[in-house]
């Protein structure tokens, strides 16, 4: 039961992810009227974005681990036994893909002028190797903190927000700076491109294979603290 109310939390929060990007853009541009390119928009759309990641990693916090990136459940699957990879691969992901699907939908529908989602604008080896950097980035940043501060949310969230927004900012005029499969998806499943070259290897393999590469890496540079507390006892015996 505990599976089927993660999946339901899992399709609700990345159907209200898809939503949250679109309704600041909303309110900094048509109803503060500030520009694309003005400095205090840009600003004012920072500090949403992150209150809005604060208000996300709350709802993943009361839903005991809810969440709206596939790329965050595949980090946690890969340390867990197969029963847990196979339910959040051949689960957790696919409710993520369809809520940000149904979300892409209702916006189009709701607010046609809001366009059609983040586009790549360099090639594809380029798109690839960006999203890869900025997944790997992320994925590593967001290991340490689950180990180095494991009970403090408001500034493991700080950190993580702050992170997030700033490898977003670096990648956007390139691939749209996403770091999230799921969401990409619903935008390309609408423009009907959700099967083409250029997103699966930029915005599917891409971001797969850096979040296996960083937790590989993870493990490999970082004690845990179980092997730690190991470590210490060996010696003093």
Request: aromatic share 10%; with cysteine; net charge neutral.
């Amino acid at each position: 039961m505990a599976g089927v109310g993660l999946l339901v939390s899992d399709l609700i929060i990345s159907f209200m992810w898809v939503w949250s990007g679109t309704l600041t853009s909303i309110f900094v541009h048509n109803i503060l009227g500030l520009g694309s390119h003005e400095p205090s928009g840009e600003v004012i759309k920072c500090m949403l974005s992150i209150l809005v990641m604060f208000f996300f990693a709350f709802l993943g916090k009361i839903t005991k681990g809810g969440a709206y990136n596939p790329l965050t459940v595949l980090a946690d699957a890969i340390s867990g036994d197969f029963r847990h990879f196979i339910f959040n691969v051949g689960a957790r992901i696919p409710a993520q893909v369809i809520g940000s699907i149904i979300g892409v939908r209702l916006i189009i529908d709701t607010f046609p002028e809001v366009g059609l989602g983040p586009r790549l604008s360099v090639d594809i080896h380029r798109g690839a190797l960006t999203e890869g950097f900025l997944t790997f980035a992320i994925v590593i940043i967001s290991l340490g903190l689950a180990q180095k501060i494991p009970g403090n949310f408001f500034m493991k969230t700080w950190i993580s927000s702050v992170s997030k927004l700033t490898l977003h900012i670096l990648g956007s005029d390139l691939t749209g700076g996403c770091m999230n499969p799921a969401s990409v998806m619903g935008w390309a499943f609408a423009r009907g491109d959700h099967i083409s070259k250029e997103h699966i290897l930029v915005y599917w393999l891409a971001p797969i294979e850096a979040t296996l590469l960083a937790v590989w890496v993870f493990r490999l540079v970082v004690r845990s603290p179980k092997e730690d507390k190991a470590d210490v006892k060996s010696k003093s015996e």
